[in-house]
T-cell receptor, first 113, second 109 residues
Framework: GAGVSQSPSNKVTEKGKDVELRCDPISGHTALYWYRQRLGQGLEFLIYFQGNSAPDKSGLPSDRFSAERTGESVSTLTIQRTQQEDSAVYLC???????????FGPGTRLTVL | KNEVEQSPQNLTAQEGEFITINCSYSVGISALHWLQQHPGGGIVSLFMLSSGKKKHGRLIATINIQEKHSSLHITASHPRDSAVYICAVRRGTGNQFYFGTGTSLTVIP
């Protein structure tokens, strides 16, 4: 596609449920990032994928968060046993390499009731 | 203490004014990014800098590595420049990104 896409655009879930968020990066982009933006707060780095290298998971806030990426394509961010504090916009970005310009997706707004 | 500090937090300007947004950081970095976030939430990358100065249209970004400081300038500001401007740095070691809390700019016609 022409840009980074994310799905769903909105997700409302009940506390304790698992959710899966999807990111389709720009074709050919080897680097992929996940970020979180809580209401009224700044962006937080979550995880970074670069090609077939082991991902940098240093930003994941707890072991309830995990992410996968198949090769240089789609990535999924999974949050298990969601909590109300997980409510945020989850943003994905991709770039042509580790030092490339990042292109951001529109985000998934997650609301945990 | 935040690794990235931006100032001002909020800025209101008259159309046509010259605008400066500042960013200071406390960690060693490999690159600094300026991002623009519009009211609808979409984020666009404006610049990526590791040294010196870059210009794109009415936007200019500078970085001083020794002083750990960057500025984003907007010349001849326009209402469509109204957005939140975010400074982000990539650590010199590893892939961790740190973000400033953003500067909310409103340009009045």
């Amino acid at each position: 596609g022409a840009g980074v896409s994310q799905s769903p655009s909105n997700k409302v879930t009940e506390k304790g449920k698992d959710v899966e968020l999807r990111c389709d990066p720009i074709s050919g982009h080897t680097a992929l990032y996940w970020y979180r933006q809580r209401l009224g707060q700044g962006l937080e780095f979550l995880i970074y994928f670069q090609g077939n290298s082991a991902p940098d998971k240093s930003g994941l806030p707890s072991d309830r968060f995990s992410a996968e990426r198949t090769g240089e394509s789609v990535s999924t961010l999974t949050i298990q046993r969601t909590q109300q504090e997980d409510s945020a916009v989850y943003l994905c970005a991709s770039s042509s390499g580790p030092m490339g310009e990042q292109f951001f997706g529109p985000g998934t707004r997650l609301t945990v009731l | 203490k935040n690794e990235v500090e931006q100032s001002p937090q909020n800025l209101t300007a008259q159309e046509g004014e010259f605008i400066t947004i500042n960013c200071s950081y406390s960690v060693g970095i490999s690159a600094l990014h300026w991002l623009q976030q519009h009211p609808g939430g979409g984020i666009v990358s404006l610049f990526m800098l590791s040294s010196g100065k870059k210009k794109h249209g009415r936007l200019i970004a500078t970085i001083n590595i020794q002083e750990k400081h960057s500025s984003l300038h907007i010349t001849a500001s326009h209402p469509r420049d109204s957005a939140v401007y975010i400074c982000a740095v990539r650590r010199g070691t590893g892939n961790q990104f740190y973000f400033g809390t953003g500067t909310s700019l409103t340009v009045i016609p």
